[in-house]
């Protein structure tokens, strides 16, 4: 039988009490992100700001020179490898083979969002490096394995691999099930590059820490 309407209206009302708690919490965890991503923007500003006024800083050589002089074996390859995915063309065609990877499962949502943050990361990091002009570490100074001519603030490297697996580690947080060993296995394989790509640029001379 259906249900009464008095007993209709106190299902809803119960329901929309359990609700509140649940939109609470949301809330809450909303702005705490918001309050910790204005205050990266705004560590990343001062940063930004003072690039543009020093070709580089003290502690940049010596961390640095301390990193170019570790000697672990098969370090050197494994910095050279790290980088890879971030050379020349390479970046386009993951981000396309991956937008494409996205579209033929159906998760159009993924594909469209992939693009506007591997999209828009290359924009961003094109346009801040115009305006802070600073330059890359020198022969003199460091070891430079990789001789590049455009600005070195921010790493192009380092923009496109938070932008392109940063984008990967959320859709396998969001996507898989949870605990799952394919979660966990490919939660790890996007964040390890994100984590290995800064000492790799540095290590090559490409970039100042």
């Known amino acids: 039988m259906d249900q009464e309407p008095d007993e209709q209206g106190a299902g809803e009302v119960e329901s929309s009490v359990l609700r509140q708690p649940q939109r609470v919490r949301a809330a809450r965890r909303l702005w705490r992100a918001q309050i910790v991503y204005l205050m990266s923007f705004a560590a990343f500003a001062v940063l930004a700001a003072f690039a543009h006024i020093y070709a580089y800083f003290g502690w940049d050589e010596t961390l640095a020179l301390w990193l170019q002089r570790l000697n672990a074996p098969g370090l050197a390859t494994l910095m050279s490898i790290v980088s890879i995915p971030g050379n020349g063309v390479i970046p386009w065609a993951m981000t396309i083979l991956t937008v494409l990877l996205f579209l033929f499962i159906r998760h ?11 999209g828009g990361g290359e924009l961003m ?22 001789s590049l001519r455009t600005e070195s603030f921010p790493s192009g490297h380092v923009s496109f691999y938070v932008c392109y697996f940063g984008f990967l580690f959320f859709a396998a947080y969001a996507l898989l099930p949870r605990g799952s060993w394919r979660r966990r296995l490919a939660l790890f394989l996007a964040a390890l590059p994100v984590a290995l790509i800064g000492f790799s640029r540095v290590y090559l001379g490409a970039h100042w820490p």
């Open 108 to 118: 159009r949502s993924e594909a469209v969002g992939l693009i506007f943050s591997a």
């Open 125 to 146: 990091n094109f346009l801040i490096k115009l305006l802070i002009a600073r330059p890359r570490p020198t022969a003199d100074l460091v070891r430079v394995s990789v």
